[in-house]
Nanobody, 115 residues
């Protein structure tokens, strides 16, 4: 059974940085694509960044050059380094694992950026 646990969220001032972590269990981390999504109040969940099993990355235009997704296969953990944070980055951030036709989600971690 795959389980994802996010951590690292919090309150930060605009221009600051946070690093989110997503610890995975279940044995398929290294062969899965990992993604970070976010959902702001009253808005739909949106893709932030994806990293494939081979390490290729893709970012939403709104976070390019500010956020970096990475993974540590030895420790079954994915990361999202967020720099130059803006108030509009405020949301609940969710980790996602995608393997074949299966998709798994973490419980989410709140990121709040004050102006």
């Amino acid at each position: 059974q795959v389980q994802l646990v996010e951590s690292g969220g919090g309150l930060v001032q605009a221009g600051g940085s946070l690093r989110l972590s997503c610890a995975a269990s279940g044995g398929i981390f290294s062969i899965s694509a990992m993604g970070w999504y976010r959902q702001a109040p009253g808005k739909q969940r949106e893709l932030v960044a994806i990293i494939t099993a081979r390490g290729s990355t893709m970012y939403a235009d709104s976070v390019k050059d500010r956020f970096t997704i990475s993974r540590d296969n030895a420790n079954n953990t994915a990361f999202l380094q967020m720099n130059s944070l803006k108030p509009e980055d405020t949301a609940v951030y969710y980790c996602n694992l995608q393997y074949s036709y299966s998709s798994y989600w973490g419980q989410g971690t709140q990121v709040t950026v004050s102006s």
